[in-house]
């Protein structure tokens, strides 16, 4: 049933509106339609239904949907939509200025509660990202959903455009994983630390803390495990899943030096993420075993040796190293990561090029 075009009524309350990706029709006051080509894609689009608070953006020629859900405010939406709305334009500049999706939506629900601090996250799907939260106080909603909806909405690149077989052809009941979840989540977070310093949204001091967080953060998992392994193996390894958004991001902050160290600073990680793009696209999966030499091919020899060592292997990420080529010192005893006071002229053309600082 999997492969079989979908169209479901839904019968509702009258006052209620579906948010979602998909597009759903009022057939009367209390039901709807909706259609999907396949299984896949009605289980990938979720979506809200409740008395409506939506906003909608244009970014580009992509029409992004702002939908919140609390049972007290009712103007939110709106207030919502103006702090992502920066991300998301930057987020279009920083991917060559267009978005690969037509629509997209944000699906927000709040649960007020007496409880200080907040509860929550945000899921991504191909088109949209679900968010849920809870807290005693809206304050921290803006800041919240600015990180989530920047990692989220990136995921448009990877896995929506770029995934493999497993992915493509995911099997629900006895999955199967891909051993690339440093692309899918460790790029992803990458790009979402890269972008904002790239885009000048963020100071050099920023993203020198950006970077220590991720180095702690590292510090809390087995870095010996190989990061192919432990992506095969997520479900059983899911207390070392959180490194992917720690090492994951590390190694494509490494990569991303080692690119633009080969090319004379011509190409880094997005330039790549975009040729993989062109090259897969939504509809067309990679094999599992061939993706890092098909990465070889389009990039430099030396790439390979990259990927055996810290993505395979199980030698240490050479930080350090990398970040000493842009002009950073790194100090591993203390954690923190300063700009050199005088880099040479090296160093500073390799760190305009990656961070166009």
Not at 60 to 78: A, C, D, I, M, W
Not at 92 to 100: E, K
Not at 115 to 123: H, P, Q, R, T
Request: net charge negative; proline share 4%; aromatic share 12%.
């Amino acid at each position: 049933m999997k492969d079989l075009p979908y169209q479901i009524n839904i019968t509702k309350n009258k006052d209620f509106y579906a948010s979602s990706a998909l597009d759903y029709q009022q057939k009367n006051k209390n039901t709807d339609r909706v259609w999907a080509k396949d299984y896949r894609q009605l289980v990938d689009s979720p979506v809200l239904y409740c008395v409506p608070d939506t906003t909608w953006l244009k970014i580009g020629h992509t029409e992004v949907l702002v939908s919140f859900y609390n049972h007290k405010e009712r103007h939110y939406s709106k207030t919502i939509a103006r702090e992502i709305e920066n991300i998301l334009k930057n987020q279009q500049a920083y991917l060559g200025g267009t978005l690969p999706v037509n629509k997209y939506a944000f699906l927000i629900y709040y649960e007020s509660s007496n409880e200080s601090g907040y509860l929550g996250d945000g899921l991504e799907h191909s088109h949209s990202t679900v968010c849920l939260y809870r807290s005693g106080s809206m304050k921290f909603l803006p800041n919240a959903l600015n990180r989530v909806a920047s990692h989220e909405f990136f995921h448009i690149v990877t896995p929506l455009n770029i995934h493999s077989g497993e992915i493509q052809h995911y099997n629900f009941l006895n999955p199967v994983m891909s051993e690339h979840l440093w692309l899918y989540e460790g790029m992803t977070e990458y790009a979402t630390i890269h972008m904002p310093v790239k885009q000048k949204m963020i100071s050099l001091e920023d993203f020198e803390k950006s970077i220590e967080d991720k180095i702690e953060g590292m510090k809390e998992f087995d870095n010996t495990l190989p990061l192919t392994e432990m992506s095969k193996n997520s479900m059983e390894r899911q207390d070392q899943y959180m490194n992917f958004y720690q090492k994951g991001a590390l190694v494509g902050l490494c990569l991303d030096i080692r690119l633009r160290e080969l090319s004379g600073g011509k190409m880094g990680t997005q330039d790549l993420m975009q040729q993989l793009m062109k090259k897969y696209g939504e509809g067309k999966y990679f094999n599992d075993d061939d993706l890092f030499d098909e990465i070889t091919r389009m990039t430099y020899p030396e790439i390979r040796t990259f990927f055996r060592d810290f993505v395979e292997g199980t030698q240490p990420i050479p930080l350090k190293q990398y970040l000493e080529k842009a002009g950073f010192d790194y100090n591993e005893t203390t954690g923190k990561v300063k700009s050199f006071p005088d880099p040479d002229t090296q160093q500073l053309a390799l760190r305009k090029a990656w961070i166009n600082q």
